[in-house]
């Protein structure tokens, strides 16, 4: 069974720009499949690579306090403190 690599890229210009250079290959048959393209994604040349991945709480700060419940914290409901302290 021959094997395949799939390796992400963009076509421009009449040209197939790969993302990395494939292994081990010196020449091969190839087949390209074109994508949608994702109006809200940037194109993989347009992004930084030193960017840091930003984490949970940085991602979610903008719906940290967004829910009004009007309960502060569950202690004001004693069903929830039944037991608590006690082995």
Known sequence: MKSMQSIEGIYRNGRVELSETPK???????????????????????????????????????LIGSVKSGVGDLSTNKKHLEGFGRD
Do not use: M
Not at 25 to 43: G, M, Q
Not at 46 to 54: A, K, N
């Open 24 to 62: 081990e290959v010196k020449e091969a048959r190839v087949i390209v499949t074109f994508l949608e393209a994702e109006s809200d994604a940037p194109a993989q040349d347009e992004t930084d690579d030193e960017t840091q991945p930003e984490s949970f709480a940085e991602v979610a700060a903008h």
